[in-house]
């Protein structure tokens, strides 16, 4: 079976670069699957990106070395299933709050005995290799999003479920749960308390951490706090990014 | 009838910044068209993308003041008509190398009695309004691509064309048919020659010059000679480099 | 922010005019947008439409001043913030039969505090501006739709529920559900008077009440009544019924 | 082989009555085909319609006993075979203006030994039967579109090509042509004239005469001079048609 | 209305031939339609397939006597209910586990009084008839999938549902969740009591079951056991299989 | 540069086994590139397949070893050029009936100053590797079809066109244009005598011969011929081969 890059940098104690994308196009996923990233996240929650898409998305990522994440919608079991058997080596899940949540997710994203996962790695098996059945369960990485105040209170809880692999945090919703202003990086105290926080129950836990990052410096601070797969940037803001540049550089030229 | 920015622009003897597209996804035209560009030209040629691509991506930019502008693949009158037809407000034509192909792009593009242009304009009423019939002719820019040593030795043919609007420089088509090496922006030194040449006999022929470039200074020194229509960058090109960007300064904290 | 001119117009007891689209086509919802409606609805339920077509007839909508609505699916998380996030600005949920059901809706469309919709909205910063995340939950108008007699029994709890703006009839489910025939406009006594009943109530806790309608005639009475939104006909039964009148001619006249 | 009942209706001296697709959708497609039109045109020239999703609107068309024909954008042959290997049983070509373009139309859209079409009926077999290579000569029909001054100088010679099965008149075209307005049915003197003369001549040389109408009074009148195949309307004017309709009617009841 | 074929082979006690579709395209779905298979299924769920491209599956299987079936990606009524009006005649859900389970199927996929199928069959009147509203409860077919040793545990719980019609059993699913290896055909000796106990408890309810199978010798002896729904190959692996003949011919021939 | 295997493989004098894809879908395209072909053809003449499509098709094949190549539906710079920037190795070209054809074949498919290719090969660069802009007209392999009587008289003049490194032969159109039966393997004599002589010129001008099959047997006889590029099947053909095969074994058990 393929090796998933991200179970490596892990255990080399190694942080994970991972890219993001909300444009639904293989050409797209593609080129930014050539530039390096350790991995990719698919975005089916708040990118504008359905199934159909996600699939030619997988494979464009396929042709590279990337590790292809997808990030689902909801805690839901057939979207979930299918983007395993579409071969997704991650699978991040918003609004994991309860261990009754985190539970479902292990079960959803887990061959018999561990889970429920229902059988018929279609893709996957093309991806990862004809072993893939076998070895699935201790290759795919599952993160539960922490992202609300629920889920602070139930931390511990969450994070001493079996088979948990990783946490992921969304920092906007986190902070809007919490009563603060919904950004990445500059995020308010009690916002940044809690980021602190949960990097260092999951530590306690075995648990990889990650979390969404917009700036390089902030990213950098969070890996140095123990955070192993760090988001930075996303397809859609490197457009607005790019385009503010260079529109920047020629209104100031006068043109 | 909606204005045609492009020649309110030019009016005021000012350029147009005209940003590029090669992704096939309106989402990303959308996010593109907010960022302040003045046109947007969706590249039917050299970019990932087809005609039903087109069609949504045109609708997204009409969410905006933005000018939408079509690069055809070529020559052709069925998908001339069918951009023009789409509600396109600009078109960029390859490879017009000889008088009679720059006669034939206007005759495709205007109604009688000016061309031969077939009636349709089926989502360009909705965009220009109702009188878009009797004001497309005058409305509507044509861009012959001035690109090969051929179309050199017929510049003053090509640019005495009764109804051709403008040209387009392709700096890279241009350099390799000139033997040098296909670049945007440090072109050869007889590249270089031959577009200080076009825009020159351009602005005798009272023709509009456009042409691509990767870099704001280039796209600047080359609006201070006369060209009124300069391309910076791309979608895909922002692609990589925000990812590059982001990449390297993570690596160079060690992640 | 844009404003939404649902709640414009029923600040001025104004009835809001809505059209259907059942048809997933960017271009024909765009036609239908171009045609004077209040507002618009993209129908995931019945209307042969998903997430991605969705995405591309809202942006057509958004070339317009008409308001972009979608019928979800189902009372599912996932949909309807992904919908929320493409800029849909009124959403219309089926099957809320139950107080806890409409508790569930008004929670996965409002941000915290007043309820768990993630953050995330990629698409409807730029359709309704740079200030959505802080006045989207005053903007967006959240439809549950009363449509079975288990939600005509839960009336008072479903209509009391905070932040609820409005609700939505469908005649044909809920004449089912009482046992009369599925039909729009003639409806067998008890769910006429259901109907009745149901604006009073809604009129009684202040909540705006819309339904579904096939004939002008019976649309006009309904907002005599009190009905505040009213849908008449759909792409679909304008195809139908236009062929059915030339054909008719046609046929007469022994063609 | 399937019949087409073009041919059919034609040997019995009856009109075939023909609707319009312009927009790129099966469900809508299949729609208009269960309304009992004789047959739909899928127009890929001035419709906002592409070859991908033309085949699926030409297999929702084949669950019903209405005949697909297609609309070309151009006299290309790529489209031309595609459009036949895709099942259409007629094609029609705008801008034939010589007989030279009527020859190559006749030549791309028949086998050896009559014409020089490729081989590789791929769905064309299953729509039409196994015996569709040695029966698709005389089964599929080709109308050459007479639109321009240009084919009506020409019109004997056009009319006299082996193998040219019908022609349509596409209205506005014509008109634009000949300096007229470009309007379907209440078209200028000399475009009537136009339209009249060239039906007699069809008659003369045992060629059927279409054309494209918008009220079904002009229609009947043209079946009586002797069109025996008229189109009415389309998806998109039904749209824009039954939406005026009923908008109509609420505003005038105050809504 | 439209017969469904499956319930008159059923009545003849026939056993259905089913084949199966993973692939997402309308041309491989009328291609595998036109080979003669009693019924084919759509799978949604471990088939790469969304809805949108089930609909135009659905459309290219109605050009023939084939009964379109559906297999949803889980237990949820969206899809169902969305499934059935695009015209599904069957409904094959996974994991139907409990008592509870397979009354919401039942629900999900019955105009009331038997469920709570919300009413707006929207394709499904265009390919069963006018009278589907009224027929539509006795002409689908419901199959609730028995693949887990929980659902074993409740079989004849489920059995006993009124209103559900068949069963089916994945082997591979049945075979993980009894601790055996997940095949089709040579399942190990508990799956295999299994699939014998399974079939005499549906017959003993009057309840019809159906298996999937990988070789036709397995499906024959399983028909004898009294299985009368009976799944071989799928359109992805006659593509593995045809490639592996050819090219081993080839090798063995030394290319 | 990544090698062209074709190329590769003809050094040594081994045969080329091609599989021909019909099916627009990057899954089954991914499966098939799965099974072991040298290389895989997306078939846009004859299959039902469009650029979009064939880009995720491109992709998905790149995620093996399989080399792509492209027919093209017509000699056309526009389809040809996108369909090498996409990424395609060999390009086959229907219709090359004359020195002229082949000439401007040559020129659209090689960059200046082997041709007229214009310069952006936007996803070739990815596949191929940085340095493609230069190496792109040793490695792509173009292939001239010679399928008619005309184009067997200008044998020798096609074949003697610089740059041309290999043609392809469509046994059926070859046959039809000759007045044989349209056949893959059992050609008539006339056929047979034909594609015998096409071999032996190409051989003689140092020329690649390529050609379609049905059977293993009728190719492995033509590689012992002196055909080095031999096409077996087709996605659609193994669908319908394998429910053949299936149903069969099926009906012969009664079921």
Chains 1, 2, 3, 4, 5, 6 share one sequence.
């Not at 996240?41 to 030619?56: E, P």
């Amino acid at each position: 079976m393929r090796e998933n890059r991200l179970r490596t940098l892990w255990r080399n104690d190694q942080a994970v670069l991972n890219g993001w994308l909300a444009i639904a196009n293989s050409f797209s996923a593609e080129t930014m699957a050539h530039q390096g990233w350790d991995s990719l996240t698919i975005d089916l929650q708040h990118g504008v990106i359905d199934y159909a898409a996600m699939v030619t998305m997988l494979q464009a990522i396929s042709t590279t070395a990337t590790v292809p994440v997808v990030r689902v919608p909801w805690l839901e079991p057939g979207i979930i299933m299918k983007s395993l058997d579409a071969g997704a080596y991650g699978i991040i899940c918003p609004m994991v709050n309860t261990r009754e949540d985190a539970q479902k997710l292990v079960a959803y994203s887990h061959y018999a005995p561990r889970g429920t996962r229902s059988f018929g790695p279609i893709r996957a098996t093309m991806y990862g290799g004809a072993d893939y059945p076998s070895q699935a369960n201790d290759t795919v990485v599952v993160f539960a999003m922490i992202e609300t105040a629920q889920a602070l209170d139930n931390l511990d809880d969450i994070l001493s479920v079996e088979g948990l692999d990783a946490i992921y945090i969304g920092p906007s919703d986190l902070s809007l749960s919490l009563g603060c202003r919904p950004v990445f990086d500059d995020v308010d105290p009690k916002a940044a308390q809690a980021i602190d926080h949960i990097v260092e129950r999951a530590k306690a836990h075995g648990v990889y951490a990650g979390i969404h990052n917009g700036r390089s410096d902030v990213a950098l601070a969070r890996v140095a706090k123990g955070y192993r797969f760090v988001t930075l940037g996303s397809d859609a803001r490197f457009l607005a990014a790019g385009s503010q540049a260079v529109l920047g550089e020629m209104r100031a030229g006068k043109v």
